[in-house]
């Protein structure tokens, strides 16, 4: 059963209230202009998504013959002028891991987008060190790493990545790599 919140209110009173406001005039409206809220600025979402479609297609997987990576089963890339000694800060944790991205388990395509959009957004955020699991290639056809050699190849043709080296052993190992990217000036 409801309860009615609002007190009733006796027929005398009401009267009472009515005869009390007779000789009162309401008071007329202000005469100002309701002005209209401008319209927001429109959002460029082709123009965006053309530029998403770019970037994906700037990265390809084709790997330079002077692309500086180690060769042998470790991923390890330096850009020029950093030097052996931050690369091996990086293999030693030196650095905390601040976000990180999990690719595998994806075909190349989607794995390329996310790629793409992680490091764009560690770029607006000014991460400076991130960890990207490619997987193992265990479940993959003739069980080889196919997303290992194309992260590899993709994030040598970003300038803001500094280096990058396999993870440790408890941070992904052979599955994953540990990314330096640049510092927001």
Known sequence: MKKNRKPAVHPDEA???RASMSDVTPLPHPKRVE???PLPRPIPAQRLRDDRETLKDSL???LPWDAGMETGEELSFARNGIGAPTL????RGHWVIQDELD??????AEARGLLV???NYCARRGLRCVR???GKGLRSKNREPVLKRKVAVWLMQREEILAFCQAPRA???SGAVVVLLKGVR
Not at 88 to 91: A, E, I, M, N, S
């Open 88 to 91: 091996r800060k990086l293999r």
């Open 35 to 37: 002005h209209k809220r």
């Open 171 to 173: 941070d992904g190992g």
């Open 103 to 108: 690719l595998h388990g994806l075909t190349t």
């Open 132 to 134: 990207i699991i490619h």
């Open 60 to 62: 390809s997987d084709h």
């Open 15 to 17: 009267s009472l209230f």
């Open 117 to 119: 959009e992680f490091l």
